[in-house]
């Protein structure tokens, strides 16, 4: 079966409802994770497969700036999935693309593994994400916490904890 007839018997195996559409080779579908509901697109083209994992919450406009810079700095270590950012919309998304060697000889779990890849990277950074648009959090500040708590652990990081932000702008912390 190719990719797109995959997705479809993935995400009926799940119980999980979705709409594809033939013309276009892509299957929709809400997943959610650890992060909330998602949307997410698995799409087929020639002889690779993307899945696309859209996150729910828009960025408020004052935060667009800084959220850019988060993943920026953000995609400098990732290898196997990108951050995507719509600055007009102020849509998050994770992109996985993989290239397979027959696209009609496709399993479901292939599609499984591919979408928990997407899945997986923005567990990983959401908390950050919220952190930073909701928060005001500084990116570089947000990151560091992922990775402080990652080294903690030995693991991802699931949530996110940050000290108070300073009250002045020399970062000295509340003024008694």
Same mark, same amino acid.
């Given at each position: 079966?190719?990719?797109?007839?995959?997705?479809?018997?993935?995400?009926?195996?799940?119980?999980?409802?979705?709409?594809?559409?033939?013309?276009?080779?892509?299957?929709?579908?809400? +997943?959610? @994770?650890?992060?909330? =509901?998602?949307?997410?697109? *698995?799409? #087929?083209?020639?002889? /690779?497969?993307?899945?696309?994992?859209?996150?729910?919450?828009?960025?408020?406009?004052?935060?667009?700036?800084?959220?850019?810079?988060?993943?920026?700095?953000?995609?400098?270590?990732?290898?196997?999935?990108?951050?995507?950012?719509?600055?007009?919309?102020?849509?998050?998304?994770?992109?996985?693309?993989?290239? +397979?060697? @027959?696209?009609?000889? =496709?399993?479901?779990?292939? *599609?499984? #593994?591919?979408?928990? /890849?997407?899945?997986?990277?923005?567990?990983?950074?959401?908390?950050?994400?919220?952190?930073?648009?909701?928060?005001?959090?500084?990116?570089?500040?947000?990151?560091?916490?992922?990775?402080?708590?990652?080294?903690?652990?030995?693991?991802?990081?699931?949530?996110?904890?940050?000290?108070?932000?300073?009250?002045?702008?020399?970062?000295?912390?509340?003024?008694?």
């Amino acid at each position: 079966m190719n990719a797109y007839q995959a997705a479809i018997t993935y995400f009926d195996g799940r119980g999980i409802i979705h709409m594809d559409d033939y013309q276009s080779q892509e299957v929709h579908a809400i +997943v959610t @994770s650890q992060s909330g =509901v998602n949307n997410v697109i *698995i799409h #087929n083209h020639e002889n /690779m497969i993307r899945a696309i994992v859209v996150v729910g919450p828009r960025v408020p406009l004052k935060a667009r700036a800084a959220i850019a810079e988060l993943i920026t700095r953000a995609q400098v270590n990732m290898e196997y999935a990108r951050l995507e950012f719509d600055y007009d919309k102020g849509a998050l998304a994770v992109r996985t693309s993989v290239v +397979v060697e @027959s696209i009609e000889d =496709v399993l479901p779990d292939t *599609i499984g #593994n591919i979408l928990v /890849m997407a899945l997986s990277c923005l567990d990983y950074y959401f908390p950050a994400f919220m952190a930073v648009a909701f928060g005001g959090h500084p990116p570089a500040r947000a990151l560091a916490v992922l990775d402080n708590q990652e080294q903690e652990e030995g693991k991802g990081a699931i949530r996110i904890n940050l000290p108070p932000k300073p009250d002045d702008e020399k970062g000295n912390g509340p003024i008694d």
